[in-house]
């Protein structure tokens, strides 16, 4: 089945400065990842996705990128604030084949002032 | 996107004991999943429940400890049954409304056996 690893564990920015984390997948034909953010006490909320034939997608202080060839894709938080403080999931689903997602073990930020 | 209603939110359960989990949906859906959160952990999915059908279970769940029901397109329930403290987790249900898989997730069940 498909496997996802998600690095770092943790990662502690100031605010005003650029997170970045990282997915590697092991299934080529997957084709659509999404990022979930979750704040302590609620459910996952998707916060930005990307299919397979796009290579980069942005939506504010937020982009994803993604490379199929190397089989991983990364999350982009700029200009970082304390609300960003929160735990981040990637995911993977191969959409032809299956309709569950695989997760990643989850990014602890904390953006400190 | 969807609007998930899940209850309880939390609860503190005796061991040997079963709680039920409810979960609805403001929208009709043909699959709802069901997926448990260790403390500290990802998220792993426990089952998908289909109306009309019996649910899916992923490998390590089975029905007996985890039985689910979903008598229509919007609601489904998840029981944990004969509970010990290694249930402790959330308990999360997500739904695809748009068919497009930006899956949609409850707030949780935060569950705590003692």
């Known amino acids: 089945g498909e496997n996802v690893e998600q690095h770092p564990s943790t990662l502690s920015v100031q605010e005003g400065d650029s997170a970045v984390i990282k997915c590697t997948y092991s299934?080529?034909?997957?084709?659509?990842f999404p990022w979930y953010k979750q704040e302590l006490g609620k459910g996952p909320q998707l916060i930005i996705d990307i299919r397979s034939n796009v290579g980069e997608k942005k939506d504010q202080r937020i982009a994803v990128t993604l490379n199929k060839t190397a089989k991983h894709f990364s999350l982009h938080i700029t200009e970082t604030q304390p609300e960003d403080s929160a735990v981040y999931f990637c995911a993977v689903i191969n959409t032809g084949t299956a309709s569950k997602l695989t997760f990643g073990t989850g990014t602890r930020l904390q953006v400190t002032l | 996107s969807a609007v998930i209603s899940q209850k309880p939110s939390r609860d503190i359960c005796q061991r040997g004991t079963s709680l039920t989990i409810q979960c609805q949906v403001d929208s009709q859906v043909t699959m709802m999943f069901w997926y448990r959160q260790q403390p500290g952990q990802s998220l792993t999915l426990i089952a998908t429940a289909n109306q009309g059908s019996e649910a899916t279970y992923e490998s390590g769940f089975v029905i007996d400890k985890f039985p689910i029901s979903r008598p229509n397109l919007t609601f489904s329930t998840l029981t944990v049954s004969n509970m010990s403290p290694e249930d402790s987790s959330i308990y999360l249900c997500?739904?695809?409304?748009?068919?497009?898989?930006?899956?949609?997730f409850g707030s949780g069940t935060r569950l705590t056996v003692v």
């Open positions: 299934d080529s034909a997957s084709n659509y």
């Open positions: 997500s739904v695809d409304v748009t068919g497009l898989y930006g899956y949609t």
